[in-house]
């Protein structure tokens, strides 16, 4: 379990992520609505990351921090002299007896840095009484964004006419030099005409189909209003739909 907690201008916040041993990642940050320094923030966020694997059962914990100061007054390696902080170290110390196993370390920040964003979002948003914030959740993006634009095409034909008429009647392309046949030729083997529609044969088996711009269009926003259903998530959807078209 990673902690950091975070004090600015903005306020106070606290950031804890705890890593299973199959690497999945839980979060939690709160926003803190009290007067604290650092160190007490230290504190807080070293707590919430504990309470949340208490919660979700976990048996033995290796809880990593930044704080030379707490790493080292939890285990009595170092002497508590601020009476703020000595409730805390109480409490830490009774939450770790309810574990099989703890165990302590402290870490550069720079290692620390997932934690530590964490308190900075919690420190800086200012919340109110009726605002609510959804949890924070990260996409995983792997094309860059204008791999995911569909234009209309110059000539008003969809890109993959050429390919089509060769399926067709083995024609190819007026003015079209040696180069671009053979790459047509070569393209073909990786498409199959039913009637007027066309299919790609992906690595993955199955087929799929090829779209024009407009249909392309459309079925982007139907995948992401929901109309395809949850078969799988709409990013992957969106994927498999523009490798066709």
């Not at 694997?53 to 707490?70: K, R």
């Not at 959740?137 to 993959?160: F, T």
Request: aromatic content about 8%.
């Amino acid at each position: 379990m990673f902690f950091d907690g975070a004090v600015n201008s903005r306020g106070s916040g606290i950031g804890a992520v705890l890593i299973s041993e199959s690497g999945q990642h839980f979060p939690a940050k709160a926003k803190l609505r009290f007067r604290c320094t650092n160190n007490m923030a230290e504190y807080e966020a070293c707590i919430l990351g504990i309470r949340m694997a208490l919660d979700m059962n976990f048996q033995e914990l290796v809880i990593i921090g930044d704080s030379d100061l707490l790493i080292h007054q939890v285990q009595g390696e170092w002497a508590v002299k601020n009476p703020k902080i000595l409730p805390y170290v109480q409490l830490v110390r009774r939450l770790c007896k309810r574990f099989r196993k703890t165990e302590f370390r402290h870490t550069p920040r720079i290692q620390n840095e997932f934690a530590d964003a964490l308190a900075t979002i919690s420190s800086m948003i200012q919340h109110t009484k009726k605002s609510y914030i959804d949890p924070l959740g990260i996409g995983l993006k792997e094309q860059p964004a204008h791999c995911l634009h569909v234009e209309k095409e110059s000539d008003g034909n969809p890109w993959y006419i050429d390919v089509k008429r060769y399926l067709e009647v083995g024609e190819y392309p007026e003015k079209a030099t040696s180069s671009q046949k053979k790459t047509i030729r070569r393209m073909t083997n990786n498409f199959f005409l039913n009637g007027e529609i066309l299919y790609r044969r992906p690595p993955d088996l199955g087929l799929l189909r090829c779209v024009d711009a407009v249909e392309a269009t459309k079925l982007l926003e139907e995948v992401h209003a929901g109309v395809c259903g949850t078969h799988m998530n709409g990013f992957t959807l969106a994927k498999k739909i523009l490798r066709a078209g």
